[in-house]
Protein backbone atom coordinates (compact mmCIF):
# COMPACT_ATOMS: atom_id res chain seq x y z
CA UNK A 1 0.00 0.00 0.00
CA UNK A 2 1.29 3.25 -1.12
CA UNK A 3 -0.12 6.56 1.34
CA UNK A 4 0.61 10.46 1.12
CA UNK A 5 -0.18 12.34 3.89
CA UNK A 6 -0.64 16.22 3.62
CA UNK A 7 -0.56 17.73 6.50
CA UNK A 8 -0.75 21.66 7.21
CA UNK A 9 1.36 24.42 9.50
CA UNK A 10 -0.53 26.10 11.58
CA UNK A 11 -0.33 29.04 14.26
CA UNK A 12 -2.05 28.53 17.35
CA UNK A 13 -2.58 30.63 20.68
CA UNK A 14 -3.24 33.79 18.38
CA UNK A 15 -3.30 36.58 20.71
CA UNK A 16 -5.58 35.43 23.56
CA UNK A 17 -6.53 32.36 22.31
CA UNK A 18 -3.85 30.70 24.25
CA UNK A 19 -4.18 26.49 24.01
CA UNK A 20 -7.49 26.91 21.98
CA UNK A 21 -7.33 28.97 18.99
CA UNK A 22 -5.36 27.71 16.19
CA UNK A 23 -5.31 28.69 12.24
CA UNK A 24 -4.15 26.24 9.35
CA UNK A 25 -2.40 27.95 6.88
CA UNK A 26 -1.13 26.84 3.44
CA UNK A 27 2.06 25.14 3.76
CA UNK A 28 2.04 21.43 3.98
CA UNK A 29 4.31 18.59 4.97
CA UNK A 30 4.29 16.16 3.37
CA UNK A 31 4.96 11.77 4.34
CA UNK A 32 5.03 9.34 1.83
CA UNK A 33 4.40 5.89 3.33
CA UNK A 34 5.28 2.42 0.85
CA UNK A 35 4.62 -1.37 2.26
CA UNK A 36 6.02 -2.88 -0.86
CA UNK A 37 9.29 -1.16 -0.64
CA UNK A 38 12.62 -2.09 1.34
CA UNK A 39 12.23 -0.23 4.43
CA UNK A 40 14.18 2.65 4.93
CA UNK A 41 13.33 6.02 6.67
CA UNK A 42 14.14 9.30 5.13
CA UNK A 43 13.89 13.18 5.78
CA UNK A 44 14.01 15.79 3.10
CA UNK A 45 13.63 20.07 3.42
CA UNK A 46 13.33 21.24 6.57
CA UNK A 47 15.30 19.78 9.63
CA UNK A 48 16.75 17.17 7.38
CA UNK A 49 20.23 17.77 8.86
CA UNK A 50 18.75 17.59 12.65
CA UNK A 51 15.69 14.94 12.80
CA UNK A 52 15.97 11.54 13.36
CA UNK A 53 16.07 9.41 10.41
CA UNK A 54 14.27 6.21 12.06
CA UNK A 55 12.11 5.24 14.88
CA UNK A 56 12.93 7.82 17.07
CA UNK A 57 11.29 10.59 14.56
CA UNK A 58 8.48 11.60 16.09
CA UNK A 59 6.31 10.39 13.11
CA UNK A 60 7.18 6.97 13.74
CA UNK A 61 6.22 6.80 17.01
CA UNK A 62 2.92 8.72 16.08
CA UNK A 63 2.40 5.67 14.29
CA UNK A 64 3.56 3.13 16.81
CA UNK A 65 1.15 4.66 19.35
CA UNK A 66 -1.56 4.46 17.05
CA UNK A 67 -0.92 0.55 16.27
CA UNK A 68 -0.37 0.17 20.14
CA UNK A 69 -3.80 2.24 21.00
CA UNK A 70 -5.65 -0.43 18.07
CA UNK A 71 -3.58 -3.59 19.46
CA UNK A 72 -2.07 -3.95 15.85
CA UNK A 73 1.68 -4.04 14.78
CA UNK A 74 2.62 -2.00 11.72
CA UNK A 75 4.48 -3.80 9.13
CA UNK A 76 7.68 -2.42 7.51
CA UNK A 77 7.29 0.29 4.87
CA UNK A 78 9.26 3.09 3.35
CA UNK A 79 8.85 6.00 4.76
CA UNK A 80 9.75 9.42 3.15
CA UNK A 81 9.24 12.91 4.85
CA UNK A 82 9.18 16.21 2.44
CA UNK A 83 9.32 19.48 5.27
CA UNK A 84 8.60 22.80 4.76
CA UNK A 85 7.60 23.54 7.94
CA UNK A 86 10.13 25.33 9.65
CA UNK A 87 11.09 23.81 13.00
CA UNK A 88 11.05 25.10 16.53
CA UNK A 89 9.66 28.35 15.03
CA UNK A 90 6.07 28.64 16.55
CA UNK A 91 4.29 27.13 12.93
CA UNK A 92 3.26 23.65 14.74
CA UNK A 93 6.15 21.19 12.61
CA UNK A 94 5.89 19.05 15.75
CA UNK A 95 1.51 18.95 15.89
CA UNK A 96 2.45 18.53 11.97
CA UNK A 97 4.15 15.32 12.54
CA UNK A 98 2.37 13.97 15.05
CA UNK A 99 -0.82 14.35 12.61
CA UNK A 100 1.01 12.96 9.32
CA UNK A 101 1.74 9.64 11.69
CA UNK A 102 -1.50 9.03 13.22
CA UNK A 103 -4.05 9.87 9.77
CA UNK A 104 -1.66 7.07 8.47
CA UNK A 105 -1.47 4.50 10.86
CA UNK A 106 -5.48 5.15 11.09
CA UNK A 107 -6.04 4.41 7.31
CA UNK A 108 -2.80 1.48 6.98
CA UNK A 109 -4.52 -0.32 9.84
CA UNK A 110 -8.07 0.22 8.02
CA UNK A 111 -9.37 1.54 11.79
CA UNK A 112 -11.65 4.32 10.61
CA UNK A 113 -11.90 6.13 13.91
CA UNK A 114 -14.21 9.33 13.98
CA UNK A 115 -12.28 13.13 13.73
CA UNK A 116 -12.80 13.54 17.73
CA UNK A 117 -10.97 10.04 18.34
CA UNK A 118 -8.14 11.18 15.91
CA UNK A 119 -7.88 14.28 18.02
CA UNK A 120 -7.82 12.51 21.10
CA UNK A 121 -4.76 10.14 19.86
CA UNK A 122 -2.77 12.97 18.37
CA UNK A 123 -3.25 15.22 21.59
CA UNK A 124 -1.90 12.48 23.51
CA UNK A 125 1.33 12.35 21.82
CA UNK A 126 1.47 16.02 21.39
CA UNK A 127 -0.07 17.69 24.31
CA UNK A 128 -1.16 20.97 23.02
CA UNK A 129 -4.65 20.97 21.62
CA UNK A 130 -5.31 23.81 19.19
CA UNK A 131 -2.25 22.80 17.20
CA UNK A 132 -3.04 19.33 16.13
CA UNK A 133 -6.90 20.32 16.01
CA UNK A 134 -5.89 22.86 13.21
CA UNK A 135 -3.42 20.41 11.77
CA UNK A 136 -6.53 17.85 11.40
CA UNK A 137 -9.65 20.06 10.63
CA UNK A 138 -7.79 22.81 9.00
CA UNK A 139 -9.47 26.49 8.96
CA UNK A 140 -9.71 28.28 11.97
CA UNK A 141 -10.36 26.04 15.02
CA UNK A 142 -11.37 26.32 18.63
CA UNK A 143 -10.11 23.67 21.07
CA UNK A 144 -11.46 22.83 24.31
CA UNK A 145 -11.69 20.34 26.86
CA UNK A 146 -15.88 19.02 27.41
CA UNK A 147 -16.89 16.32 29.60
CA UNK A 148 -16.16 13.94 27.07
CA UNK A 149 -12.19 14.30 26.37
CA UNK A 150 -11.14 17.46 24.06
CA UNK A 151 -13.20 18.50 21.35
CA UNK A 152 -12.86 21.41 18.06
CA UNK A 153 -15.10 22.95 16.63
CA UNK A 154 -14.07 23.87 12.86
CA UNK A 155 -14.93 28.09 12.10
CA UNK A 156 -14.69 29.71 8.59
CA UNK A 157 -11.96 32.24 8.24
CA UNK A 158 -13.12 35.75 7.39
CA UNK A 159 -12.52 35.35 3.04
CA UNK A 160 -10.10 38.85 3.37
CA UNK A 161 -8.35 37.27 5.70
CA UNK A 162 -4.13 38.03 4.77
CA UNK A 163 -1.87 36.14 7.11
CA UNK A 164 1.71 37.01 6.75
CA UNK A 165 4.01 35.04 8.92
CA UNK A 166 7.62 36.55 10.10
CA UNK A 167 9.77 34.06 10.47
CA UNK A 168 13.34 34.79 12.29
CA UNK A 169 15.93 32.81 10.41
CA UNK A 170 18.93 32.55 13.32
CA UNK A 171 16.19 32.63 16.44
CA UNK A 172 14.64 29.40 17.87
CA UNK A 173 12.28 28.92 20.63
CA UNK A 174 11.47 25.80 22.01
CA UNK A 175 7.94 24.87 23.78
CA UNK A 176 9.23 23.94 26.90
CA UNK A 177 11.31 27.11 26.94
CA UNK A 178 8.48 29.02 26.43
CA UNK A 179 6.08 27.27 28.73
CA UNK A 180 8.39 27.47 31.65
CA UNK A 181 8.06 31.27 31.77
CA UNK A 182 4.62 31.43 32.24
CA UNK A 183 2.94 32.53 35.35
CA UNK A 184 1.24 30.12 38.02
CA UNK A 185 -1.57 32.44 38.30
CA UNK A 186 -2.84 35.70 36.56
CA UNK A 187 -5.08 38.14 38.28
CA UNK A 188 -8.67 38.72 37.89
CA UNK A 189 -8.41 41.86 35.51
CA UNK A 190 -5.97 40.15 33.06
CA UNK A 191 -7.85 36.82 32.86
CA UNK A 192 -11.07 38.63 31.98
CA UNK A 193 -9.29 41.04 29.93
CA UNK A 194 -8.25 38.16 27.55
CA UNK A 195 -11.59 36.53 28.05
CA UNK A 196 -13.32 39.52 26.41
CA UNK A 197 -10.28 39.40 23.52
CA UNK A 198 -10.41 35.88 22.86
CA UNK A 199 -14.13 36.09 22.40
CA UNK A 200 -13.77 39.34 20.05
CA UNK A 201 -10.78 37.23 18.21
CA UNK A 202 -13.42 34.85 16.81
CA UNK A 203 -15.75 37.53 15.42
CA UNK A 204 -12.49 39.54 13.86
CA UNK A 205 -10.85 36.36 12.32
CA UNK A 206 -14.28 35.02 10.80
CA UNK A 207 -15.71 38.58 10.08
CA UNK A 208 -14.40 41.58 11.04
CA UNK A 209 -10.97 41.95 9.98
CA UNK A 210 -11.14 45.43 11.20
CA UNK A 211 -11.50 44.16 14.75
CA UNK A 212 -8.15 42.19 14.70
CA UNK A 213 -6.20 45.27 15.87
CA UNK A 214 -7.70 45.00 19.26
CA UNK A 215 -8.84 41.56 19.26
CA UNK A 216 -5.31 40.11 19.14
CA UNK A 217 -4.45 41.94 22.27
CA UNK A 218 -2.56 39.38 25.19
CA UNK A 219 -2.05 39.42 28.57
CA UNK A 220 -1.52 36.32 29.64
CA UNK A 221 1.65 34.53 27.40
CA UNK A 222 2.84 37.00 25.01
CA UNK A 223 4.31 39.49 27.57
CA UNK A 224 6.50 36.99 29.07
CA UNK A 225 7.45 35.19 25.98
CA UNK A 226 8.45 38.35 23.57
CA UNK A 227 10.96 39.12 26.41
CA UNK A 228 12.60 36.07 25.58
CA UNK A 229 13.25 37.23 22.16
CA UNK A 230 14.43 40.83 22.15
CA UNK A 231 14.82 41.17 18.50
CA UNK A 232 11.64 39.36 17.93
CA UNK A 233 9.64 41.85 20.29
CA UNK A 234 11.32 45.18 18.54
CA UNK A 235 9.63 43.74 15.33
CA UNK A 236 6.69 42.97 17.13
CA UNK A 237 6.60 47.20 18.36
CA UNK A 238 7.40 48.07 15.31
CA UNK A 239 4.07 46.38 13.79
CA UNK A 240 2.06 47.24 16.44
CA UNK A 241 2.85 51.25 16.23
CA UNK A 242 2.59 50.73 12.38
CA UNK A 243 -0.91 50.09 12.53
CA UNK A 244 -0.25 45.99 11.66
CA UNK A 245 -2.48 43.33 13.84
CA UNK A 246 0.21 41.28 15.02
CA UNK A 247 0.47 38.26 17.17
CA UNK A 248 3.36 35.27 18.16
CA UNK A 249 2.77 32.16 16.00
CA UNK A 250 2.26 29.40 18.46
CA UNK A 251 5.17 29.46 21.12
CA UNK A 252 7.29 32.30 18.43
CA UNK A 253 9.75 33.32 18.01
CA UNK A 254 7.79 33.73 14.69
CA UNK A 255 5.21 36.13 14.50
CA UNK A 256 1.67 36.43 12.35
CA UNK A 257 0.68 39.78 11.33
CA UNK A 258 -2.43 40.41 9.07
CA UNK A 259 -2.61 42.82 6.24
CA UNK A 260 -5.85 45.13 6.75
CA UNK A 261 -6.56 47.53 3.25
CA UNK A 262 -4.17 49.62 2.22
CA UNK A 263 -1.92 48.45 5.76
CA UNK A 264 0.72 46.05 4.38
CA UNK A 265 3.39 43.76 6.87
CA UNK A 266 6.50 45.43 5.57
CA UNK A 267 9.57 43.27 5.14
CA UNK A 268 11.75 43.53 8.49
CA UNK A 269 14.59 43.15 6.39
CA UNK A 270 18.12 40.91 6.92
CA UNK A 271 17.78 38.23 9.16
CA UNK A 272 13.58 37.59 8.59
CA UNK A 273 11.72 35.75 6.00
CA UNK A 274 8.08 36.81 5.30
CA UNK A 275 5.67 33.66 3.99
CA UNK A 276 2.22 35.36 2.88
CA UNK A 277 0.55 31.95 3.36
CA UNK A 278 -3.22 31.62 2.28
CA UNK A 279 -5.23 30.28 5.31
CA UNK A 280 -5.51 26.33 4.46
CA UNK A 281 -9.17 25.86 4.82
CA UNK A 282 -8.98 21.92 4.63
CA UNK A 283 -6.49 20.05 7.59
CA UNK A 284 -4.87 16.66 7.14
CA UNK A 285 -5.64 14.56 3.81
CA UNK A 286 -4.76 11.13 2.74
CA UNK A 287 -3.54 10.44 -0.98
CA UNK A 288 -3.96 6.90 -1.77
CA UNK A 289 -1.36 5.33 -5.24
Not at 2 to 8: D, F, G, W
Not at 17 to 29: I, K, Y
Not at 100 to 107: E, F, K, N, P
Not at 148 to 163: I, M, T
Amino acid sequence: MRLTARVPATAANLGPGFDCLALALDLLNEVAIDTEAQPRFSVGGEGHEELPAGEENLIARSMAHVARSLGRELPPMAVSCTNRIPIERGLGSSAAAVVAGVVLADRLLGAASSPDELLALAIEIEGHPDNVAGALRGGLVLAYRGAGGWRAESLVPAPDLRPAVLVPLDVRLPTTDARRVLPDEVRLEDAAFNAGRAALAVVALTGRTDLLGEALEDRLHQPTRLPLVPHVRAVFDDLRAGGVPVCMSGAGPSLLAFEAGTVGVPDPGPGWSVLRLAPRVGGAEILEA
